[in-house]
Structures are given as structure tokens and as C-alpha cells.
């Protein structure tokens, strides 16, 4: 017989997780009011709250942790990092940050100003994830969400929805001035509209049209080798090209990029800035000493820089992306089975389940995707995260709630961590919830919500 795909690793060591009944969950619910982020981790059974940072680093990783450099500068650490960098990702010029958001925050200030100066700029993309858009909106500035429209269709099954429409870019390219446009951001992949690929071609007529009209482009490149596996599996031309020389030749049509290394990283802290001229990288030092630290470790311990450096390399095995994405389609395709409605094709780091075709009873006023959240964790102790009304925040000028095109219970899986077992019991809990899904006609209100990023904090109580 044909044998079975199997995971290219083995368990070496292991942490128990605890399942908790349904009257624990209920209370510990309450007490968290109705916000996912505001439970203890000790009562989540598989906990897809998300891929950042909650990977299983391999032997090899924790072996670089023993030989962790830390002296303040010029450590060992860093310069292995540096060579894993140009390796892997072709960039000469990088800052270490202790996370993606981090890096926005020092890159932003260079590109747009350390205060509000954006106020009239914008900043074209694909669709931008929470903290980039809350780096730009919080300067004043304006995140335009350029992405191709069949990424707002969640039955399409299209290899490159997170792809960059050009036609809406040129649009923003020609209804701005110049100097109005400090940068375009592309984020590969588009974890907003649910993990979904920019194709090479895309990238390369991105940039094309970013240097006709004299915009820096910036790769967000926090997925950056699952991006590419997708390129090496579904993009004519590339299937027998390397996953690192597809995430070079990605790399090589930008300026930088801001990295979150807490995903395809694999280490649990930390991030990066690249630049390919030496000149922005050293105006953007001065904010990353300001800001996280030293050039030579900015926010890192020398051990995680000696961490992140060996798992760049193994994010980008093949071996390990077919595992590892193949994982995420495991639990997408059970969902698939027993009738849920999830986004697809699947995204490379999580399922998306389309929340407003699963509670179609509930109002939009009162958080669709959240209360199927919720109603997952009671079901069965999983932890999802809303990418939905809550997480669009509320227009700065109007004040209104936005109603993003989808209502999205993202189900992100972490890399390396947990069994297609937790997969399968995962979708057990989905179909469960989907049984008796025409119970479920109200929502959530809030009681209390921060200006931007309110997703985090906001304070909900069941709507009556
Ligand atoms: N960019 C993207 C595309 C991200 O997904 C994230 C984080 C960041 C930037 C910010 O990085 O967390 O290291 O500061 N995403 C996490 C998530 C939080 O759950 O998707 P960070």
C-alpha cells in the first residue's frame, strides 16, 4: 500500500495540558467576560488562539539557547543571526526587535514620523494586520486596504487570494501626491483575509508599480516561508525551485521588511527589520536604540537571537512546510467533512470559519465570529480568536463599529505543537457547535473597549 504522510520529526519532550467540564468552562467564561484573550492558559485544551510564538522549538534551537552570547554588543549570537538573514532572506541590513509589532513601531517612525505626522499620508497594501494598521492609524495616517476583491468571496478556491489588486493600487498611486505615500506593505501571507498567499507575479508587479511611482516597498514577513511554499506548489515555474530561493527572489523585490519571528521564525520572542540600503537601515537605527536596543540585539537576548537564527533555516525545509501546512488542511478538510463553512482554499497558518454563514441568526451588532468563539470553548475547551467587528475597531473619525466583508473565527495552529489528534478532536468540537448551531440566535454587547486594538481587552456580556 501507498504509505501515509508522517510528520518529519519525533517528540522529545512533552507538556501535559488538562481538559476541564463544561461547568468549569462556563465559569471560567464569565469570569474572562467573554473575551478568549482574558482566559488562563491552564483552561484551554488545544489552544488555536494563535501561531505567535507558541511553536515547538527543535533540539537544534535549544541548543543555540545554551550558547547564547549575551554581551550588549557584537555578540556571537547576532552574527549568526546575521548569516542566517542574508542566507535565507538575502538582506545585507537588518535591526533585531523583540517582535513584529516592535519592528513597525521602529520602521514606522522612520518612514512616517515618531508622533502624528501621517496625518493626510497613507499606506497601500494588502490587507494590513491589526498592529500595522494601529502603527499607521496611530500616526495619523491612513491603512488602504488594496487587496484583490475574490479574497472577500470565502467559497473561491483561487491559489493567490491575498494578492495586491494593482488596478486599486495605481488608483492610490494616482489620487495621492508622492510624498503623501511614505510606503506600500505587502504582507505575505495575508493573515487578515485568512492566511492566504501573494503569488510571486504579484510581488513583482507590485514592486514594478512602487518604482514607477517612487514608493519604498515593504514586505510584512512574518509568514514569509509558508508564502513560499505555496509559490513552490502552486505558481507555474516554480515547483522545482528551492524554498529559500523562492523566499529570496520574494525578498529581493523590496526595500526591507518588518518581520513578527514569532511564526515562520519559530522561536517564541521575537522579530526583525531588513533593509537593502545601508542608508535607511542607519536612519532606522537610531529609533531602534531609542526604542529596543542595540543594533547588534534590539529587545533580544543573545540566546533568542542564536534561536530565531536556526529556525529560519529549518521554516525553510520543504519537508517541514508540507508538514506543517499540511497539518492546517488536515483540520480544514475534517471541518470541510462534517459541513462547516471555513474559508478557503485554507490558509497556510490557520482556518478561518466563516462565522456569519455558521450563527447566521446572530446580528452583526453583537459579534458574530465572538460568539462562535465562545461557543467553541464551552463546547470543549479550544481557544479561537475573532477576526471579526471586534478586531476592525471602530472608524477614527465616526466612531462607528466597521463591519469587515467576513466575520472570521480563525482556528490558528502552532507550529510543531500539537498532533493531527488535537486536529481531529478540534473539528469534533466544531461539528458539535454546528449541530446545534439553530439554538444560538444572540450575541455579545460590550461593557468596555479601548480606542484602538480593543479585540484584546474589550469586557463583553451576553446580549438580551
Ligand atoms: N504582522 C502579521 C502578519 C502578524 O500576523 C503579526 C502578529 C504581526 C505583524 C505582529 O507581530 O505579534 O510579533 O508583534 N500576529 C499574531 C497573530 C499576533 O496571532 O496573528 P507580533
Known sequence: MELPFAEPYRIKSVETIRRTTRTERERAMAAAKYNLFNLRSEEVFVDLLTDSGTGAMSSAQWAEIMLGDESYAGASSYYKLKAAVKEVMGFDFFLPA?????????????????????????????????????????????????????????????????NVDLGKLEAVFTAHKREDIPFCIVTVTCNTSGGQPVSMENIRGVAALCRRHGVPLFLDAARFAE???????????????????????????????TMSSKKDGIVNIGGLICFREEELFRRTSTYNIMYEGFNTYGGMAGRDLGALSVGLREATEFDYLEARVGQVARLGSKLVEYGVPVMKPFGG?????????????????????????????????????????????????????????????????????????????VAAVCANVFARRESIARGYRILRESEILRHFTVELEPAR
Not at 499606506?123 to 494590513?128: A, K, L
Not at 456569519?356 to 460568539?371: C, D, G, N, S
Not at 472608524?395 to 505543537?417: G, I, M, Q, S, W
Open 98 to 162: 523583540h517582535q513584529g509589532r516592535a519592528a513597525e513601531n521602529v520602521l514606522m517612525s522612520t518612514l512616517i514620523g515618531p508622533g502624528r505626522e501621517g496625518a493626510g499620508k497613507v499606506v497601500p497594501g494588502n490587507s494590513h494586520f491589526d498592529t500595522t494598521k494601529g502603527h499607521i492609524e496611530s500616526r495619523g495616517a491612513r491603512a488602504l486596504d488594496c487587496t484583490v476583491d475574490e479574497a472577500f468571496d470565502p467559497e473561491l478556491e483561487r491559489p493567490f487570494k491575498g
Open 227 to 257: 508564502n513560499a511554499y505555496f509559490i513552490k506548489t502552486r505558481e507555474r515555474g516554480y515547483a522545482d525551485k528551492g524554498i529559500r530561493d523562492i523566499a529570496r527572489e520574494m525578498f529581493s523585490y523590496a526595500d526591507g521588511c
Open 349 to 425: 497558518h490557520a482556518i478561518f470559519v466563516d462565522a456569519k454563514r455558521f450563527l447566521p441568526k446572530v446580528p452583526k451588532e453583537e459579534y458574530v465570529a465572538q460568539t462562535l468563539g465562545v461557543e467553541l470553548y464551552l463546547e470543549g475547551g479550544v481557544r479561537g480568536v475573532e477576526v471579526g467587528t471586534l478586531l476592525a475597531d471602530r472608524d477614527p473619525d465616526t466612531r462607528e463599529n466597521r463591519y469587515p466583508a467576513l466575520e472570521l473565527l480563525r482556528l490558528a495552529v502552532p507550529r510543531r505543537t500539537y498532533t493531527n489528534d488535537h486536529m481531529d478532536y
